[in-house]
Nanobody, 119 residues
Framework: QVQLVESGGGLVQAGGSLRLSCTAS????????MGWYRQAPGKQRELAAD???????NYGASVKGRFSISRDNTKNTVYLQMNSLKPEDTGVYYC?????????????WGQGTQVTVSS
């Protein structure tokens, strides 16, 4: 069982920056692939960014070049640095973890943190 706790959301003006943090507990952090997904009201949840095998990163097309995902294994924490924010980035951002343990593959979600970008 993995528990994910997000923080860092808030209100920011367009063009500004935020850094989201997600701390994982309950499992070996190094065995988790981590990611950030976001969901706007009335829309499907979509990938913002993830980091696989500790080093490989993927970004959604709408955030590529503006967002950066990283992890600190000493803190069991994954970060999402969001720059040049746009109003369309508004939504609830969810931390995601996927266990790579053979025979114990599972997905975990945090409670989400609200990001609001004003124009």
């Amino acid at each position: 069982q993995v528990q994910l706790v997000e923080s860092g959301g808030g209100l920011v003006q367009a063009g500004g920056s935020l850094r989201l943090s997600c701390t994982a507990s309950g499992s070996a952090f190094s065995m988790l692939d981590m990611g950030w997904y976001r969901q706007a009201p009335g829309k499907q949840r979509e990938l913002a960014a993830d980091i696989i095998s500790g080093v490989l990163t993927n970004y959604g097309a709408s955030v590529k070049g503006r967002f950066s995902i990283s992890r600190d294994n000493t803190k069991n924490t994954v970060y999402l640095q969001m720059n040049s924010l746009k109003p369309e980035d508004t939504g609830v951002y969810y931390c995601h973890a996927a266990s790579r343990v053979v025979g114990k593959r599972a997905d975990y979600w945090g409670q989400g943190t609200q990001v609001t970008v004003s124009s």
